[in-house]
């Protein structure tokens, strides 16, 4: 049996999708393992992770306008402001999205469709860094 | 240790919910493990799985509608338009719900709650053909 | 390898998000594993798993909030309606949030954020007591 992990770190800039599946294949293809399971948590509960197309760009851009309009910030019911406008939104949008992606990994491969990619799903307006957790458990 | 995994194919036929508990429990029951983790990843972004109740079939059509009213077609601010109406609304459909199921296998059974069914839930209008990767990691 | 598992009981009254997050780490502080995987499956559909923030105590009552506008019970086009009027959205709300959460467990600890937290989100507005299957897969 083997265990592995590693962090990695996204840097984003606004709200929108940011791409990490080459990160995650440059590591699992370094790990000693042939078959197993990926999981990728985000270490945040402002922003997610999701599994999207990737090919036209255009469908991340239509995603983070949708949930814009689907969890809009004015909304004036919202007790948790402190932090910002886009804060509680934030949460909101996590929740209807994921912490954790869990990939099976088959014959040295993630087993992804031919158009899905792993996203950085970012709630905030703000830039800000960050943590992925990469586990494979595998043989 | 034991890792084994397959392909399901689900056939679908127009947005809804396609059960595949049977499947996974007839795949689980012949595998060398009594104990583990049992994976079922969709390899696509206009699809997903979801888990859902079993008993009255009216649950399932409700859903599928409640999620043509929230992600509505007619949008005239999508850019993701050239592959029909019905795909980028499926990329948030897909969003929204889940790409795997993670459920424990315990004494050779999934643990399931007595009202669960697994379900490929289709967001195109078209008939498609959808794979479901499996995998089983125990002991 | 080492796979261990037990029944979370969680006693809800009303709709909101109930926490666990401590159970979880008690149980899995005693179980024989340094690195692994854990798995929270919760065996109902009118109930769900999401990971919020712990810190302010508004973020799951706006959360709570959020998804009574989102998912109303006053639709008149609900088919399924024999179990109450909180019922079937209670469905709708399961399907956007989570049936299961997958957390790695690194050097004997869960892998989570500073400001991550557990919580079953209960749906339905009678008091419930909610089973969570907690899984351990590790060395």
Known sequence: MHISSTTLTVQTHGKGLYPFTKAV??????QNAR?????????????????QENADPDVVLDLRDFFEQLVPEKESWYRHTTEGMDDM???????????SLSIPFLSGRLALGTWQGLYVFEHRAAAHERRVVLQLIGE
């Open 25 to 30: 294949q440059d590591w699992v293809s370094k």
């Open 35 to 51: 078959n197993g399971l990926l999981t990728a948590f985000i270490q945040h509960t402002s922003c997610s992770v999701v599994i």
């Open 89 to 99: 939104t934030s949460h909101i949008r996590s929740a209807l999205t994921q912490t």
